[in-house]
């Protein structure tokens, strides 16, 4: 139980161009989401936290315009890298939480390969 | 400010043998949980333990049982019989109770298993 998908696991776009992630919850409804990037080597970064039906929390340092997250359902998030320019090539992970009887913990998708040319 | 540490960025165990790994955290608050997880080379974050605070026993998960020491903020990993699988980075992180289960990570352990 508590799996979480996320799709594409690879992308390669050009510089300029939009893309978007999505992030599901298969077996659990999620009532938080989380994104992260990480680095090589690296732990991970919060960018952003989402409830749903309600706008996304970013952290600091984070562009909302850059980055716009949607969590429209319990079973789903999105992360549109909007413009999209090569130091943001990353990998970005999401999460979920709200599993009942573990609400605290998150549970995180597989991740996405950005690579912006 | 709340914080979690690892201070050993790189170990390595013998097939079979343990390992432990080390993890502290800073927190004012009473009630929170912890978390060990593993992030392999194919980089899926897998949940390998979780502890709640107020709990006084140990977590345990098989092979894989944390030292919990509440008053030393200490929060240590240890693996029995080591597997090649276990190869990974291992991440500790921090959660306050009801706070949004915002999660604070520490840096990581790379763990290597020598065959």
């Known amino acids: 139980g508590a799996v979480v998908s996320q799709h594409p696991s690879w992308v390669i776009c050009k510089s300029g161009t939009s893309v978007k992630i999505e992030c599901r919850s298969l077996?659990?409804?999620?009532?938080?989401m989380f994104w992260y990037r990480q680095f090589p080597k690296q732990s991970l970064m919060l960018m952003a936290t989402?409830?749903?039906?309600?706008?996304?929390?970013?952290e600091q340092g984070v562009e909302k315009d850059k980055f716009l997250i949607n969590h429209a359902s319990l079973t789903l998030s999105t992360l549109t890298v909007t413009s999209a320019h090569p130091e943001d090539s990353s990998f970005y992970i999401c999460?979920?939480?709200?599993?009942?009887?573990?609400?605290?913990?998150?549970?995180f998708g597989p991740g996405t390969r950005l690579l912006v040319l | 400010a709340q914080t979690v540490t690892q201070s050993q960025p790189e170990m390595s165990v013998q097939e079979a043998e343990t390992v432990t790994l080390s993890c502290t955290y800073d927190?004012?608050?009473?009630?929170?949980?912890l978390f060990w997880y593993k992030q392999p080379p194919s980089r899926q974050m897998i949940l390998v333990i979780r502890?709640?605070?107020?709990?006084?026993q140990n977590a345990t998960e098989n092979r894989f049982s944390v030292n919990f020491q509440k008053a030393a903020k200490s929060f240590s990993l240890k693996i029995s019989d080591s597997q090649l699988g276990d190869a990974a980075m291992y991440f500790c992180?921090?959660?306050?109770?009801?706070?949004?289960?915002?999660?604070?990570f520490g840096t990581g352990t790379s763990l290597t298993v020598i065959p």
């Open positions: 502890q709640e605070a107020y709990k006084q």
């Open positions: 999460s979920a939480s709200g599993v009942a009887a573990r609400q605290e913990t998150q549970y």
């Open positions: 992180a921090y959660t306050p109770r009801g706070t949004g289960n915002q999660f604070y």
């Open positions: 989402s409830n749903e039906g309600s706008k996304a929390t970013y």
């Open positions: 927190t004012s608050e009473s009630d929170y949980y």
């Open positions: 077996d659990f409804q999620a009532t938080t």
